[in-house]
């Protein structure tokens, strides 16, 4: 039983390292939510936003639980940053969310 743990932990770990590693995040914009990948597969609902702050090239999400979910623009290419950035506002801006001032400042909104 322990041989059988032991190996499901080591799978777990390399798969981790391997994404880590290999840089496979992916971030998908829909209608109704926004899906990201990063060491962890997580699918947020606009409506369960309450509110989205910008600082330090990080997005927070806040959530209606006052939870907060987190996505790091360092983990997108150097070359896509800005084109990400701009789709990400627009997407944002078309779903109505609500923007902290510090956000629309720091984002020219």
């Known amino acids: 039983m322990a041989l059988v743990i032991l190996l499901f932990l080591i799978n777990d770990v390399s798969i981790f390292l391997l994404r880590w590693k290999s840089k496979n995040y992916f971030i998908a914009l829909d209608d109704d939510h926004i899906f990201f990948q990063t ?8 409506s369960r936003i309450k509110e989205v702050e910008f600082r330090h090239n990080i997005f927070y999400f806040t959530m209606i639980s006052n939870s907060v979910r987190m996505l790091e623009m ?12 701009t789709l990400l506002v627009e997407w944002m801006i078309k779903n109505k969310l609500v923007l902290t001032d510090e956000a629309k400042q720091k984002l020219s909104i």
């Open 39 to 46: 060491d962890k597969q997580e699918k947020v609902f606009i």
């Open 74 to 85: 360092d983990i997108i290419e150097e070359s896509q940053r800005e084109n990400f950035k």
